[in-house]
């Protein structure tokens, strides 16, 4: 797996060759998490994530991708093992790997530090992200579009400190039986979790745009507008059938909105 000594810099302004940049003391400690396994998205969503978030990242940031297949992923990603999540033999995945994001490994036997910042994959970041970064608060997610009168949010964007709650993945290996009839996925625990401790707060709505909900005109307009950057969007999330190479296309792979191309997707999301 391909690996990098140290933090990338989003910017270098005033510095020579040879000269270090100076390093944004309210930057230090941050690191972009994101996770691949399987086959089902290959290096490049990787690789075009990182070039995102160094586009959109004010100051240094250390990015990992925790990932069991880490062949041509660009070099200033450190791809390191996913830490085993340790559910009974036979036992149905269905997304909970997420959870060893709080494996003490992260800072054990990885060394990872501070203040950590998840993003899946198939995000597209078309505004700065530095304010996930300032934005007060312990652990913070993004609040469920579609219900939301329930405490569950979606875990495509989700920041917290490394190391500081490893009860939450040792209490769902510990009961997993019953947690597994309690909640659908891992981000219905994991908001189920952080609330039980007074610390579950949500990004600000405009910030994490549904391109399924907000980017898609709905019907029957979806025919005749093509699909839209919401006002104050900084991430756009794709749940569901839909990916970003099929908004590009303006595929929509069984979604009922069916939406027409949306090519500026391609202006965002590229190395």
Not at 172 to 197: C, G, P, W
Not at 263 to 268: E, M, S, V
Request: with cysteine.
């Amino acid at each position: 797996m391909s690996a990098a000594p140290g933090p990338a810099t989003a910017a270098m302004t005033g510095t020579t060759a040879g000269t270090p940049a100076r390093t944004d003391p309210a930057s230090a400690g941050r690191v972009i998490l994101c996770m691949k396994w399987g086959t089902k998205y290959g290096p490049e969503y990787v690789n075009r994530l990182y070039a995102m978030v160094r586009r959109h990242l004010r100051g240094d940031f250390r990015f990992v991708c925790l990932t069991d297949r880490g062949e041509g992923v660009r070099a200033e990603v450190e791809c390191l093992p996913i830490p085993p999540l340790d559910l009974p033999p036979g036992s149905p995945e269905r997304g909970w790997t997420k959870l060893t994001t709080f494996s003490d490994d992260l800072v054990q036997k990885y060394g990872l530090r501070g203040t950590a910042l998840f993003l899946d994959l198939d995000v597209v970041i078309v505004d700065d992200i530095t304010p996930f970064f300032e934005e007060p608060g312990e652990f913070l997610i993004i609040h469920d579009w579609k219900r939301p009168w329930r405490i569950t949010g979606n875990s495509s964007v989700y920041r917290f400190t490394l190391g500081a709650h490893p009860e939450v993945l040792a209490k769902f290996r510990r009961e997993f039986d019953t947690i597994r009839k309690q909640v659908r996925n891992e981000q219905a625990y994991l908001s189920d979790e952080m609330h039980r401790k007074g610390l579950l707060k949500y990004w600000d709505d405009r910030w994490c745009a549904s391109f399924k909900y907000h980017s898609i005109p709905r019907w029957p307009m979806n025919y005749f507008q093509a699909p839209f950057i919401p006002d104050g969007a900084r991430i756009l999330i794709f749940h569901g059938v839909m990916n970003p190479p099929d908004a590009l296309a303006g595929r929509s792979n069984g979604n009922w909105r069916r939406p027409k191309p949306a090519p500026w997707i391609a202006d965002h999301w590229h190395e």
